[in-house]
């Protein structure tokens, strides 16, 4: 059960794209598409900003966007803004049933 | 509306018990997958265990043997039973609606494990 390898951090100024990857195994994100993506500011609950890799729930922004190529997800945000900033962990499902979440990123809106 | 209320935390010593509660609206516990994620204080999300609709539970190795998931179907609620604790426990507690994903999320309870 090792955790998926994310950036620590990440930076973009208003208005420009950023990606952040999320790399794992054949074993968890390359196995199935159950890969999600979760925003957490400071002293919050996260929140599921992608789903089944590249699915938004009703309500995010379609700035959100979710991808995956073997054993790497990404999560791309466009029109950066500046409540964007906050941490965001990649999940994924795995072949002994559980769950995997990756380091963290910290994203920072210059 | 769905919500999730965590409550139990509080502080343990080492080798201590707790039990912790997530009372759910909105929706049947029974019917979903239910998992419990925690978060020690200042690092990233970890999961921790989930109960099935069917009634099978899985945990994460470091918690094997020592937490159990459960639920009761009339009171609408999960737990969280967890013995021989340790200070590595020290997290905020999250129990989340599971479809593959954690589609909502309670506010978290804090267990702190310390002498």
């Known amino acids: 059960q090792s955790a998926l390898t994310q950036p620590a951090s990440v930076s973009g100024s208003p208005g420009q794209s950023i990606t952040i990857s999320c790399t794992g195994t054949?074993?968890?994100?390359?196995?199935?598409?159950?890969v999600s993506w979760y925003q957490q500011h400071p002293g919050k609950a996260p929140k599921v900003m992608i789903y089944?890799?590249?699915n938004r729930p009703s309500g995010v922004s379609n700035r959100f966007s979710g991808s995956k190529s073997g054993n790497t997800a990404s999560l791309t945000i466009s029109g950066l803004q500046a409540e964007d900033e906050a941490d965001y962990y990649c999940?994924?499902?795995?072949?002994?049933?559980?769950?995997?979440f990756g380091g963290g990123t910290k994203l920072t809106v210059l | 509306e769905v919500q999730l209320v965590e409550s139990g935390g509080g502080l343990v010593q080492p080798g201590g018990s707790l039990r912790l509660s997530c009372a759910a609206s909105?929706?049947?516990?029974?019917?979903?997958?239910m998992s419990w994620v925690r978060q020690a204080p200042g690092k990233g999300l970890e999961w921790v265990s989930v109960?099935?609709?069917?009634?099978?539970?899985y945990y994460a190795d470091s918690v094997k043997g020592r937490f159990t998931i459960s639920r009761d179907n009339s009171k609408n609620t999960l737990y969280l039973q967890m013995n021989s604790l340790r200070a590595e426990d020290t997290a905020v507690y999250y129990c989340?609606?599971?479809?593959?994903?954690?589609?909502?999320w309670g506010q978290g309870t804090l267990v702190t494990v310390s002498s």
């Open positions: 989340a609606r599971d479809n593959y994903y954690f589609d909502s």
């Open positions: 909105g929706f049947t516990v029974s019917s979903n997958y």
């Open positions: 109960i099935y609709s069917g009634g099978s539970t």
């Open positions: 054949s074993s968890d994100i390359g196995g199935y598409n159950y």
């Open positions: 089944d890799v590249s």
């Open positions: 999940s994924s499902y795995t072949s002994s049933s559980t769950v995997v």
